[in-house]
């Protein structure tokens, strides 16, 4: 029909095959593997979970405390790999919200070598401080004998199984780690048939090989002094978190023989029935397929593999106290739970505070490096791993953690944080530079010896030296050098169109006034000194009106030009951006595109 059992994983795959030779179903009670939820061992049934809920309840307890770097220990066999290659693909699933930086298995023939090992790799890993153990049994003992044999603390331990016996009278390694373990389903029914005189009464036969095995108790059974510690022993022994799933496996065949009779005709005898689950494995698995009912650990029904379709999980924080006697103990306190059934969000349960083994009492940070900061960005090392790089010149990143950085718009710069964007700087002269202040002095010393020599011509008006050089000639070209010194007072604010609309024709008329004056000026002087202009003629005389006459002709002249300029193609400003540096405006001479290409191409 079925037999019960293997308990280990590893066992279970190799006598897996066995019984299939031998067309019998094994029933599995504590056979978590992984690797058992396939074709090939689909004769093996379970009323525990596959560890694949098992990765899933670990990845949340890792997710929710925000846990991103982490690692994870197995044994070398079917339980500890397929166990903590669930994970890896459950954090892949996740889309890597935490990663297992590192993988180690312990080989059963040089399991201490490996362990020490594995521990000093640990010790030196300062940033990870969350260790996921698949371990069980004397792998689990071994394991933290050598964490505090080379004291290594600061570690929050996941321990995928619980584990009664340990051999260092040390505890303080274990303190504050977490188990996650299959839910524990108290049967009362069970506790009272494990007392003495139960066992007295229907397993006479029992009480001398219990007392055998136990330590501290008598082999007889007329000694009774140690009885009490015997038994207890022997309750903590057997009454684990997995002993209400073996009642269930019983309870899952006991069901499938019963669907068997149900099915069969009324004059099928008891023979009959045996005779046909003896021939043929698929009856049973047949009959198993159909069972559906509620056992001591909950809904009990199994899928086309053989697993159980639903999971629960105790989640039991392991915290260290004191005994009066001056050792340590350790006890088993259940914070939450986890249910496959329910929607992922509301799959953990935690509802006691958890103990952790840190000096703030706080839930340690396990990640590579701390997020990087705003201005640096996160460069990939390893697929677990990152570094901070600092965002290059002409780029920010104002987002904690990010992976990219932004550049900037064009006239702008990142600020020396890489934080944010701001102007670039205009290097156009400022009237309140060093440079510009040095300008208006100059201008300012030029207005006041223009104005003392304006003051001194009208003060000698009449006078026979301001006579003879033209003084009214004279007080129009102090006025044109007073513009020009304004012009070069507007030159220090920043150009906009409307400056440049000014400054370009204002500087043509004030240049050919100044020009103008001093060539009427320096014709009347020719012409009274009789001083000839060129070789072929010679001036008689330049009287004022024909001084007048040639300024306002040439300046008609220079209207006739500027005018269409000013209303055709005026000028406007124009930035020179040199990226990441500064910003230079300045005035141009045209506005369109066929004004540069008739600058460029005069022919």
Request: net charge neutral; with cysteine.
């Amino acid at each position: 029909m079925a037999l019960m059992g293997p308990e280990e994983s590893s066992t279970a795959v190799v006598i897996g095959g066995c019984l299939h030779m031998l067309n019998v179903l094994g029933m599995s009670t504590s056979a978590t593997s992984p690797e058992l939820s396939s074709d090939t061992y689909s004769h093996m049934y379970r009323t525990v979970a596959s560890d694949t809920f098992r990765a899933k309840a670990i990845a949340d307890i890792v997710e929710h405390f925000k846990w991103s770097y982490i690692a994870a220990v197995g044994q070398d066999d079917s339980y500890g790999k397929n166990g903590l290659w669930s994970l890896v693909k459950e954090a892949a699933t996740r889309n890597h919200s935490f990663c297992v930086a590192m993988t180690e298995f312990i080989p059963h023939d040089s399991r201490f070598t490996s362990i020490r090992n594995i521990v000093t790799t640990l010790s030196r890993l300062e940033n990870i401080r969350v260790v996921i153990l698949w371990l069980f049994g004397s792998y689990a003992r071994n394991f933290f004998d050598e964490v505090n044999r080379q004291n290594l603390t600061g570690r929050v331990w996941i321990l995928s199984d619980e584990f009664t016996s340990y051999s260092d009278s040390d505890y303080s390694a274990l303190d504050g780690s977490i188990i996650v373990q299959p839910r524990s389903f108290p049967d009362v029914g069970f506790q009272k048939a494990l007392t003495i005189k139960a066992i007295h009464v229907y397993f006479p036969e029992w009480w001398r090989e219990i007392t055998t095995l136990m330590s501290n108790c008598s082999a007889s059974m007329e000694d009774t002094s140690n009885k009490g510690v015997c038994f207890q022993n022997f309750i903590n022994r057997v009454q684990n978190s997995y002993a209400t799933y073996i009642i269930d496996a019983v309870y899952s065949v006991a069901h499938a023989l019963d669907i068997l009779v149900q099915e069969s005709s009324s004059n099928m005898t008891d023979n009959d029935h045996h005779r046909k689950l003896n021939m043929d494995i698929n009856v049973m698995k047949r009959l198993l397929s159909k069972v559906n009912f509620v056992g001591l650990t909950g809904n009990i029904s199994f899928n086309e593999l053989g697993d159980r379709v639903s999971a629960f999980y105790d989640i039991v924080n392991l915290q260290v106290q004191e005994a009066p006697n001056a050792k340590q103990l350790i006890k088993h306190v259940l914070v939450g739970k986890w249910e496959e059934n329910e929607q992922r969000n509301k799959r953990l349960q935690l509802f006691e505070k958890i103990r952790w083994n840190s000096p703030a009492g706080s839930p340690p940070k396990s990640e590579c490096l701390e997020r990087c900061s705003p201005g640096t960005r996160k460069t990939i090392t390893s697929p677990c791993c990152w570094q901070c790089v600092s965002c290059p010149r002409g780029t920010i990143n104002p987002i904690p953690g990010s992976a990219s950085c932004i550049e900037c718009p064009r006239k702008k710069q990142s600020n020396e944080a890489r934080t944010k964007c701001v102007d670039l700087p205009l290097a156009n002269l400022k009237y309140s530079s060093a440079g510009g202040i040095v300008i208006l002095v100059f201008c300012a010393f030029g207005v006041i010896a223009t104005l003392f020599t304006f003051a001194v011509i009208c003060r000698f008006w009449n006078t026979p030296i301001i006579k003879a050089s033209s003084r009214e000639f004279s007080l129009v070209l102090l006025s044109s050098i007073i513009l020009l010194l304004a012009l070069v007072v507007i030159n220090l604010f920043e150009p906009t169109d409307t400056i440049c609309k000014i400054m370009y024709p204002c500087r043509y008329i004030t240049y050919s006034l100044c020009l103008s004056c001093l060539l009427v000026k320096i014709l009347r002087i020719s012409s009274a000194f009789q001083v000839p202009i060129a070789h072929c003629c010679m001036m008689s005389s330049v009287n004022k009106i024909m001084q007048a006459v040639i300024v306002i002709t040439m300046h008609f002249l220079m209207l006739l030009v500027l005018l269409p300029w000013i209303f055709l193609d005026p000028p406007i400003n124009k930035e020179h951006i040199l990226t990441d540096n500064y910003i230079f405006i300045e005035c141009n001479a045209y506005s369109t595109a066929r004004a540069e290409q008739f600058k460029q191409h005069p022919s």
